[in-house]
């Protein structure tokens, strides 16, 4: 039998997420024999071991890996159309229009592109409402993932578009960002190595795609963060052009001549079949030059 009903998958993944099945019925409110039970019977029915069992606990077979994988994707999705058709039907915020859609974005970015993109998009016919979903960093794929959000604007190496449909809607080089009294912020350019190994100012860590990469410079989480940090001399930060809104006096931002570009997409779920959705990602396209 190939079908699988989302309370195995919800029982697998608990157990396969805890490896240990007392923790596991724990966590599900449920007692430990029963969830065994149920367990061994899906095991049955596929036809696999997925968990090997011994005194020292419980252990993945490669059967169960793949369908820890599967069964997060799949229990993440359910939980993204529950949360999508509610908020369709306003079950969610029943004061607020029906036709409501959410954009999720970081906070702070590409600000002039938002507001172009909210302006456009509100003389449409047939707009909806849009609520502004402000994310922290790299936020805004598990908003799309979860259901939290219908729609973002990802960044470029920034963010991952893996599993999302998405439309690139513009480019922009970056920016070393230092404290205005630096030595360095005299400078009408630098290059990445200017910048790379400073005694004085170690480098900002962004995540990408959730990890930060090891390093002494701090892990920044937002904006203001980074904005405090420049301007207090502890770091320099590297940022897209478009962060030129949200600097300070205290800032010196100069541009760098070699550092990747950033690309900033509209991202959506491959399934998606919202005609709001349709409607908003028409008139981000044509905010773009051909």
Request: aromatic share 4%.
């Amino acid at each position: 039998m190939d079908t699988l009903e989302t309370r195995e998958l919800r029982y697998f993944v608990a157990v396969a997420e805890e490896l240990h099945f007392g923790r596991a019925a724990e966590r599900l409110g449920m007692a430990q024999p029963p969830l065994s039970r149920a367990i061994q019977q899906l095991e049955r029915r596929l036809g696999v071991c997925l968990l090997e069992r011994n005194r020292r606990g419980v252990a993945l077979t490669a059967a169960g890996q793949v369908l820890l994988s599967e069964g997060r994707a799949t229990l993440d999705a359910a939980t993204a159309a529950a949360r999508r058709t509610r908020r369709a039907g306003g079950a969610d915020n029943p004061g607020a229009a029906r036709n409501r859609l959410v954009l999720a974005v970081k906070t702070a970015a590409v600000h002039e592109l938002l507001q172009q993109l909210l302006d456009a998009y509100a003389a449409q016919p047939d707009a909806a409402e849009v609520e502004v979903l402000q994310c922290s960093m790299t936020d805004q794929e598990a908003r799309l993932r979860d259901g939290s959000a219908d729609v973002a604007l990802m960044h470029v190496p920034y963010n991952s578009l893996a599993g999302f449909d998405s439309e690139e809607l513009m480019s922009e080089g970056q920016l070393a960002v230092l404290p205005a009294g630096h030595p360095l912020a005299a400078r009408k350019t630098l290059a990445m190595a200017d910048i790379s190994d400073l005694p004085d100012l170690p480098r900002a860590r962004w995540p990408r795609h959730g990890v930060y990469a090891p390093g002494p410079g701090p892990e920044i989480h937002d904006q203001t963060q980074l904005a405090q940090l420049v301007a207090l001399g502890r770091t320099v930060g590297v940022v897209p052009e478009s962060a030129r809104a949200w600097l300070w006096s205290e800032h010196a931002a100069i541009p760098l001549t070699d550092a990747p570009p950033v690309v900033t997409h509209i991202a959506w779920p491959t399934h998606s079949r919202s005609p709001g959705v349709a409607s908003l990602i028409r008139t981000a396209a044509q905010l773009v030059p051909r």
